[in-house]
């Protein structure tokens, strides 16, 4: 996404910091490689919403960490094998998902706030952002200090196995809009109590010729509970490759895509999903990733 003027800092901030804010992966290039022909793969353009080619030195950054803090946060699973079952491993690849999210969001606000005048224009204020926006940060801070003290222990994580070969790639923070009985939870109007607000944080990840699927949350997180530590397990495993598809999708900007899955399963219905991306925009239109009658039934990007 193009912002008029684009904020860059280092979310681990500390005497350590160098200068140069680079641009950060956040989803690991080694990883990228892996589902990439020619070096390039298929992502949404935040622009037009339609699919595109994109290179794997562009894919997934953002600048929100210095040169110093990419390299020394992430080298437990960026020069070793991802572990989902070590909470350290866990809790450091959340905070470069959900850094990735805090930035787009002040960048977001930043640029209305330039383009409307909302100093003077309150009305322009997208209050949702704004919640979503200190939320973000309270868990941003949150995961810090547990990384800085070695103590690994704000996040629950439920990771689940495919074992079918790669196609798909995500890394997303959100917030949920509904549970699995259609109630609302998260939601980001003015009504909305700001300590209420969750976010889930999933990432797609290979391991050898596994997709391993990892969903961390703040252990206090009871939607998260019900939903994936209670409901998710009962699935059967067609069920969870069709709602974590639907997760991706919705709700989270930064996914990839294998040339082979996109032709073989996506263009075909590309305009029906380019439209549905158009209407997330109108916060008029609420989705539910549990509705069965969705257009975006059947949807499925792990199985080419
Ligand atoms: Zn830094």
Redesign the pocket.
Known sequence: MRFLQEIKF?????E???DN?IQAHSISKKFLRKIAKNGRVISIAPSSGDFEEIGIRQASTFRG??????KELFKCFEDHNFDFTNPEHIEKLSLRTLSKEYLLKMNCINSQAEKFDTHHNPSFIDVGSCFAYYRLEYYKNLLLTSIWQKKYNVLDSVSIIFNDSLHCLASGAFFLENDINHEPVNLLQEKCSLKHLDPIILNLIPLNNDTIVTISFLKNNKTANTLLVKELPLMNKVQQKELISKLIFLYTENFYLSTEIYKNKLKPVKTKLVKHFHNYFNLNKKFDVFDEDSELKNLNFFDS
């Not at 280092?10 to 500390?14: F, L, Q, T």
């Open positions: 280092c979310v681990a901030k500390s350590n910091c160098e804010i960490f210095c040169g110093y803090h990419d």
